[in-house]
């Protein structure tokens, strides 16, 4: 019996055709039924393609692989390669949901509206609850670098992707500690304290985290060099990013982030820094403030978690029901309440914003503190009052 010059592959959408002198190129037939796909694949065998035809999961075997990724070897000839935790983090979002989804399907038939549609309906591939909208432009992002590359080696004609937009972010803002959520969380009793965070290293990280609302990245690379003990303060010139990467700060850049700035540390402060530094295995002027065992930097998962055993310990028992309380929440409150008492440019130049409008951001005053704002006009408004009543 002679074979069939083409093999017929059953899809959830259709039947798909691999004819044998073609191999690894599988096109679809557009049915379900088989008979016509059989008859598609008879009138359709003499066929040339103006273009080569691949599913997109053969299309992305290498995608996002350092020394494998044609478009990554080409995007490090510019100086312009994705930092090795992105590169990691796109490719989890092409194998967990991009693949799963259209892994089977050739690049020519994967359109706009197909593509809107599913990421409309995307959930989480663990625990099937909807994405946020955040997760979902990582997940278009990936896919547009990814057409886009299809494109630019001529086997796609458009990057369906260009014309889908991007979702609207949901940001949830972060909330603020009073001052009596303040107090539980630092006692003064020494063994509640350290029975809070766990130890002297974390109940240091987080006290100077509250009395000097710097972000947890600026923390993770402070050094001992870098604190100025006669002047009871540091100068921040340098930051951890997520993966580890050191980022040395600049005297003047356009973002907040990078700039060089000082803070003023509490007696309390530097009593927690003396007591940790006389613990620590890493207490040169070289080493790290806060690191893990091995004199490697913190990240911000550990912190994390340490940040949220502490609120729910005995001595604590914080309900953030309704609230979103997470370690950024120390830097929101230093910078509400600095801004009581302090003037804006001093507060602006601790917390190393460029704007006093940023600085208002993280501002959180409550209904009293905004009528003592304008508290000092109330006899301008009496005056104005007795004068309209005059006849």
């Known amino acids: 019996m002679q074979r069939k010059p083409y093999l017929i592959i059953k899809r959830k959408t259709a039947y798909y055709i691999e004819y044998r002198d073609r191999p690894g190129k ?5 049915t379900l039924d088989k008979e016509q796909a059989e008859r598609w694949a008879i009138e359709h065998m003499h066929d040339k393609p103006q273009k080569p035809l691949c599913i997109l999961r053969q299309f992305t075997e290498d ?29 989890r979002n092409l194998v967990n949901y991009i693949l799963p989804a259209w892994g089977d399907y050739i690049l020519p038939v994967i359109h706009t509206r197909e593509l809107d549609d599913w990421l409309l309906d995307s959930a989480d591939f663990r ?12 997940i278009r992002h990936v896919m547009k670098i990814i057409f886009q590359e299809a494109k630019d080696q001529k086997l796609i004609d458009e990057n369906p992707v260009n014309e889908i937009k991007p979702f609207k972010p949901k ?10 959520e303040i107090k539980k969380l630092f006692p003064v009793d020494r063994k509640k304290l350290l029975s809070i965070w766990g130890g002297q290293m974390w109940e240091t990280f987080f006290l100077l985290a509250s009395v000097t609302g710097l972000r947890p990245g600026e923390i993770f690379a402070l050094r001992w060099s870098d604190w100025y003990r006669s002047l009871h ?7 951890i990013e997520d993966g580890g990467r050191v980022k040395e700060k600049l005297k003047e850049d356009k973002q907040d982030e990078g700039k060089i700035k000082p803070v003023l540390l509490t007696d309390r402060a530097e009593q927690e820094l003396i007591l940790w530094e006389s613990k620590s295995k890493f207490s040169n002027p070289g080493d790290l403030i806060f690191c893990r065992t091995q004199g490697k930097p913190l990240n911000r998962k550990g912190i994390s978690r340490r940040f949220h055993l502490a609120l729910q310990h005995e001595h604590v028992k914080l309900d ?7 370690p950024y929440s120390l830097r929101h409150g230093f910078d509400t309440d600095m801004l009581k008492r302090a003037p804006m440019h001093i507060v602006q130049t601790l917390m190393g914003h460029s704007t006093d409008k940023m600085t208002r951001l993280y501002n959180h005053p409550n209904p009293e503190d905004l009528l003592k704002t304008v508290l000092p006009a109330r006899d301008l408004l009496e005056e104005r009052w007795k004068i309209s009543q005059v006849e």
């Open 320 to 326: 953030p029901a309704g609230r979103n309380l997470v």
């Open 26 to 30: 599988i096109i679809s037939t557009g």
């Open 233 to 239: 303060g540091m100068i921040i010139s340098r930051t």
């Open 63 to 91: 995608f996002f692989i350092p020394g494998k990724c044609e478009w990554l070897k080409r995007r490090e000839k510019k100086d312009q390669a994705p930092r090795i935790p992105t590169l990691k983090s796109w490719r």
């Open 171 to 180: 940001w949830k803002k972060r909330d603020i500690f009073t001052d009596e």
């Open 127 to 138: 625990t099937g609850e909807p994405l946020s909208n955040q997760t979902k432009n990582h």
